[in-house]
């Protein structure tokens, strides 16, 4: 459900309307005292975003120094105004060059009033990019003296870009080398017990594309999923290819991505951007290959002793690069002393924790920690000591924790041309914890 907005106001912070537009009859043109009296004059701009006051909500957010209010009168949807105003500033700020404050409204108010009526129609968000948008506003924006001015592109076919079903991408490009690089990036979400079971776990990865190709082109992405597997072969009349196949969830596609093919073969069929864009992203709940397992073992006699064993899973040939591992310690230790047979340990106080870094930490290799930690001597009994979780940091180039992998990238363009494409693998820890 889009929002429905009846009108929106650019304020500053004093509550001076600096811009407003009403869109529509719902609601009185006097709206803005009732949010200048009842929010910000009581200072509860910074409680909540989204305020009820005489029949209306009040949706605001503070940019810079100004603040933008959208009044709706009916339910509407909040996400989608907040991504409104957002996207909103935006394009604002590539016509004022990086700016958006008081100052660059006040230099700029023929310019917004003529981006207002185009980015909104009857309360109802219509198309906000300012590449598209540029090709028939070409007004130019006072600049902010401390921007650097961008470097026009000249686009032809205006109405074909504006009106046709790719409106993200301008005809004419020509490049002496067409190549696409594709980067799957991953990061692992764990919490394990200390004993090595796993109590919840997930992957959430993107797909981030940058395509330099010449012309229009159609480009085809197979992945090793298991429902386009299923498709493919049915389409095909021959059974599915063995080998590991996995399961997305929560899938989300760049407005580049073809549905209607996608929900009909699978596949994921589009006409991309130019330059770099996220094609998709996804959410993995099972059969994640963790990169990583850690075995502590934490014994408290007289002196608190600590050994971890941390196992690397993914191959051989394979490194994993700027591996941290935080081990918490009692904020009453005076003092430490470790043994490890990788890397380097140090003990930071501020966080309590024995920092233990492995600059590149290869495949099925076992390094392990041994620490002696000592309490202050003052401490006649031992304080009890909720053991916060062992962290780790780590990136994995070519290894991914879902064990997606690119079938096939294909590139079709009406002149033929030969491509390059590259694919990029790279797995980093998200929120990875093992109970102590």
Known sequence: ???????????????????????????????????????????????????????????????????????????????????????????????????????????????????????????????????????????????????????????????LQVT??????????VYKKNEVFLDIVESVNLLMSSKGSVLSCDVTGKILMKCFLSGMPDLKLGLNDKIGLEKESQLKSRPA??????????????????????????TVSFVPPDGEFE???????????????????IKE?????????VKSAFGAKMFALGVVIKIPVPKQTAKTSFQVTSGRVKYNAAINCLVWKIRKFPGQTEPTLSAEVELISTISEKKSWTRPPIQMEFQVPMFTASGLRVRFLKVWEKSGYNTVEWVRYITKAGSYE???
């Open 241 to 266: 290819k063995s080998g590991k196949t996995i399961e997305l969830d929560d899938v989300t596609f760049h407005q580049c991505v073809n549905l209607t093919r996608f929900n009909t073969e699978k």
């Open 1 to 159: 459900m889009p929002v429905s907005a009846s009108a929106i106001y650019f304020l500053n912070l004093r509550g001076d309307v600096l811009i407003n537009r009403l869109y529509r009859d719902d609601v009185g043109g006097n709206m803005v005292d009732a949010f200048r009296l009842h929010i910000m004059q009581t200072k509860e701009l910074g409680s909540c975003p989204v305020r009820q006051i005489g029949g209306c909500s009040f949706l605001y957010m503070r940019i810079s120094n100004v603040y933008i209010v959208i009044v709706v009168s009916t339910n509407a949807n909040v996400a989608s105004a907040f991504k409104f105003v957002v996207e909103a500033v935006a394009l604002f700020k590539s016509y004022f060059g990086g700016a958006f404050d008081e100052d660059a409204i006040r230099n700029n108010f023929v310019l917004i009033y003529e981006l207002l009526d185009e980015i909104m129609d009857f309360g109802y968000p219509q198309n906000l990019s300012p590449e598209m948008l540029k090709l028939y506003i070409t007004q130019q924006g006072v600049r902010s003296p401390f921007s650097s001015k961008p470097k026009e592109k000249i686009v032809p076919n205006a109405t």
């Open 279 to 297: 094609l998709m992203k996804y959410r993995i709940t099972e059969g994640v290959n963790l990169p990583f397992r850690v075995l502590p073992t």
């Open 164 to 173: 046709g079903a790719v409106g993200w991408r301008r005809e004419g490009l």
């Open 301 to 309: 006699l007289g002196q608190a002793r600590v050994e971890v064993n």
């Open 434 to 436: 093992i109970r102590c």
